[in-house]
């Protein structure tokens, strides 16, 4: 039978899932309304514990009072330490490595300050003249010995430099002396071009001091002489320096500086001997590539205190500062460059190897 077609007013009303047809008044189509959704939803159906561990009624009981979960998140928590404890001392004995018969992992940790307060440190070049290069340690040796310092003679072709200028391993040189002394407070680099002219004089005492720093450092001083935007602060206190160095005529003398020991001092070190700035081909390699995070990183700036150049690092010869040219009296005598171009540093620095001799007799 076929059926009529609507009559009268039709309206069309649309919802999410169908469009339905209604007819006023003499509509004889119809399409059922869908049932009106409950705001309760139906209840979850009783899992099926078939095949499942049984829990006892009692335990269930106990852990739907607060004091019965308490009493299992206590008992579990005794066994995770217990566990916990186990791997961890079991892990410790397989790591453990022999160092001098005594384990690695019982190593107490040493205190800064409670070791030697300096150690000297001069990278030797394995293809200068021995008995030069032998000189060059005693020197430093017979000064340590008095004032009871330790001394480090690393060779520049242990460090991986690849392709840099050899004066980079001074850098890396510091940071492996720290390493093998953590309980020394203050760490000086000295070139081997430089000779220790005043043995009298304890570095650590007549310079090191905050009293001997605050009354040295140059305070609103260019980093590069002799216009530099860049200065030293005004206002630092000599508990606060970290690195100690010179600056000659053509700008910072890192051939004699000191650090104190510290993280701070990693901190500086690391950031010096970054792969960017030995791969940017400074003009002066390292000494530039310091000159550049000095004036461009605060956090160095900070904690540098530069000092007069006699004070450290006096000239035999070379572009010396203001007050930078070697006296009698001077802590150092240096000869930068005397291993370049031809020069020879041994009969460079004769006299005052004969000078140092007679102050021995």
């Keep these: 039978m076929a059926l009529k077609p609507p009559t009268g007013l039709t309206r069309f009303v649309a919802t999410h899932r169908n469009c339905y047809i209604l007819s006023l008044p003499f509509g004889t189509m119809h399409f059922a309304m869908p049932p009106r959704k409950t705001s309760r939803p139906p209840p979850y159906a009783a899992r099926n514990q078939s095949g499942g561990i049984a829990i006892p009624p009692a335990l269930k009981n106990l852990l739907r009072s607060k004091a019965g979960r308490l009493l299992a998140a206590g008992v579990l928590g005794f066994f995770v330490l217990i566990w916990m404890l186990s791997g961890s001392s079991s892990g410790s004995k397989r790591n453990a490595k022999i160092v001098g018969g005594w384990k690695a992992a019982n190593i107490p940790k040493p205190n800064i300050g409670s070791g030697p307060p300096v150690v000297i440190v001069t990278v030797i070049d394995p293809k200068a003249n021995p008995t030069w290069v032998q000189k060059i340690k005693s020197n430093r040796e017979e000064y340590a010995k008095k004032h009871g310092y330790l001394t480090f003679f690393p060779q520049n072709d242990q460090y991986p430099i690849g392709r840099s200028p050899p004066t980079w391993s001074r850098v890396p040189a510091i940071r492996h002396a720290m390493t093998l002394y953590p309980a020394s407070t203050f760490f000086w680099y000295l070139d081997h071009t430089a000779l220790i002219m005043n043995h009298a004089l304890p570095i650590h005492t007549n310079l090191l001091t905050s009293a001997k720093l605050e009354t040295h450092m140059l305070s609103n001083a260019p980093v590069v002489p002799p216009d530099s935007v860049i200065k030293t602060f005004s206002n630092l206190k000599g508990d606060r320096i970290d690195f100690v160095v010179t600056q000659d005529k053509d700008g910072l003398a ?28 400074f003009q002066k390699a390292e000494s530039h590539a310091l000159e550049h995070i000095v004036q461009w990183h605060g956090t160095i700036l900070a904690k540098l205190a530069m000092i007069p150049q006699h004070l450290l690092n006096s000239y035999a010869s070379g572009p010396a500062g203001t007050e930078g040219q070697y006296q009698s009296g001077h802590l150092v005598a240096n000869f930068p460059g005397c291993d370049k171009d031809g020069r020879d540093c041994a009969k460079e620095q004769e006299a005052y190897w004969n000078t140092l001799e007679q102050a021995k007799n």
Excluded: C, H, Q, T
Aim: no cysteine.
């Design 254 to 281: 890192p051939s004699s500086f000191v650090v104190r020991n510290g993280e701070w001092a990693k901190f500086f070190l690391d950031s010096w001997f970054d792969p960017i700035y030995r791969s940017y081909n």
